[in-house]
């Protein structure tokens, strides 16, 4: 396996003389080589494998087992997921390709959060038509946002964030109802209102840099009807700041234009990602997702 980029992602493509190697050889070839792996992923924080034999759910779920991680299989939080096959669920089917999904970490609201995201393109969407996922660094989020939001984000680390979720009733235990901070609210309809923190929403990175950590970028572009996100002592976070740590997010992310067969690491403490919207929808896109703990 070559490592061809030192950027953001890391990207590693086969050798020329492994271009057509067999599945099971990959795989060998990744339990080889996954601790190289652990420590590429923990110093770029993304890691891109592109051009390898994983032809579907099946194969992806062995190159998931063969990094050895821990495989999470619920708390997954407000997206509705469907099980592929072992590790491996659908990434979201409750949002319309169509409609983008703005930064955020993955279930920064849940009690237990993934370290590390996996995702896998089954098929990838047509050439020209949107649907990358969009992967920025949160300490460079950070990092730009403190020049001009300084008490912002001290405020977001004290306090913490308060996410807001609508919910038929039914769907309420799939929160776990033992977060700190957890409200609920009765709504008409069998709908329940759902308040999910404080969470932390500034991380402490091993490199001592402080990185953006929320899921503030994709709330703010879901609701605009009503507060969806606040301060963890329930007051209104400053909706300049908000927009410009989503503008930075924007100008300073990468766009994984996604092949099939891609497999995309993150670190979900120093990574976020976004999706794109797709205006083509058929052949559809499918993007596949294994969650784990280190
Ligand atoms: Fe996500």
Redesign the pocket.
Known sequence: MEDQFGKFPAVVVPNPDERELPLDDFISKVQEHKAWIHDKLARNGALLLRGFPVKDAADFDQVIKALDYKILHDHFGS?DRKHVKGSVYT??DDLPLEIP?GF????TYMPVIPDV?VFYCEVAPPQGCGGATGIVRGDDVYEDLSKKFPSFLQDLEDKGAIYCFTVPASEQPKYGSNMNGYKRKQLENGLVKLYLGPCPAIKQLPSGKKAWFNAIG?SYVRDSSEPYVEFGDETAMPTDAIKAACEIMQEKQFAVQWEQGDVLMLENSHVL???HSTSKLEPTRKIL?SMLKY
């Open positions: 997206q990434a979201n999904i955020h970490n993955e279930i995201l994709s990602h976004s999706r997702v």
